[in-house]
């Protein structure tokens, strides 16, 4: 049943929007654009607040998190090295 799930969609090799994000059709045509999650490496300043510490361990212990999920301009996100694939 997932075989044949996977079948309806066509990956078109030639048709990228940056990075690693693809362009893939259904069999109708609908275009659907994929993303690679965002890693982020604790990487810690030694000026890092509490406050900052606070907000930054969801992110420590899940090391991946998907675009939109986090804001890469928020005080905290400088405590980590931040590859984003999509770009």
């Known amino acids: 049943?997932?075989?044949?799930g996977i079948s309806n969609f066509v990956i078109d090799p030639n048709v990228h929007f940056g990075g690693s994000t693809t362009l893939i059709?259904?069999?109708?045509?609908v275009p659907i654009s994929t993303q690679q999650p965002i890693e982020l490496r604790w990487?810690?300043?030694e000026d890092i607040?509490?406050?900052?510490l606070a907000q930054a361990i969801p992110y420590i212990l899940t090391q991946f998190v998907m675009p939109g999920e986090i804001?890469?301009?928020a005080n905290f996100v400088?405590?980590?090295d931040?590859?984003?694939h999509n770009n």
């Open 1 to 4: 049943m997932l075989r044949q």
């Open 25 to 29: 059709t259904n069999q109708n045509g």
């Open 43 to 45: 990487n810690p300043h």
């Open 49 to 52: 607040t509490t406050f900052e």
């Open 71 to 73: 804001d890469l301009d």
């Open 78 to 80: 400088r405590h980590f």
């Open 82 to 84: 931040v590859f984003d």
